[in-house]
Nanobody, 123 residues
Framework: QVQLVESGGGLVQAGGSLRLSCAAS????????MGWFRQGPGKEREFVAA????????YYADSVKGRFTISRDNAKNTVYLQMNSLKPEDTAIYYC????????????????WGRGTQVTVSS
C-alpha cells in the first residue's frame, strides 16, 4: 500500500506560481512512477505530468509543457509540481497518483491516489 498526501494548493492570480507537494509513505517507491492529474469544474480528470522515481524521466501534457515542472526528492519521498504562468483554465483539484513500471499518462494505469488539493487561478 502507498499513502499519498497532497498539499500546496490555494488561490493565485493569473500569471502567478504555486508549488504542489505529494508526500508518499507506506513502502519503498524505487520502481514507481508518480503522476499528477487534475479535474476542473465540469470536466473529466486529465493527465498533467509524471516522473519515474528511479530514473527521473518526465512526461508532460501538452497543455502544461514549458509552464509546469515535476520533480522528486528521494530522501523525503516527496514529489513536487512547480506551476508557473498559471492561467484560469488551470483551476482544478490536483491529484497525486502512483503506479509502477512504464511512464504513463493514463489514469486507469495508476493504482494509488491522494485526496487532492484545490488550485484556483483568478483572472
Amino acid at each position: 500500500q502507498v499513502q499519498l498526501v497532497e498539499s500546496g494548493g490555494g488561490l493565485v492570480q493569473a500569471g502567478g506560481s504555486l508549488r504542489l507537494s505529494c508526500a508518499a509513505s507506506g513502502r519503498t517507491l524505487s520502481d514507481d512512477v508518480m503522476g499528477w492529474f487534475r479535474q476542473g469544474p465540469g470536466k473529466e480528470r486529465e493527465f498533467v505530468a509524471a516522473i519515474s522515481w528511479s530514473s527521473g524521466r518526465t512526461y508532460y501534457a501538452d497543455s502544461v509543457k514549458g509552464r509546469f515542472t515535476i520533480s522528486r526528492d528521494n530522501a523525503k519521498n516527496t514529489v513536487y509540481l512547480q506551476m508557473n504562468s498559471l492561467k484560469p483554465e488551470d483551476t482544478a483539484i490536483y491529484y497525486c497518483a502512483a503506479t509502477w513500471g512504464v511512464l504513463t499518462g493514463t489514469a486507469n494505469d495508476y493504482a494509488y491516489w491522494g485526496r487532492g488539493t484545490q488550485v484556483t487561478v483568478s483572472s
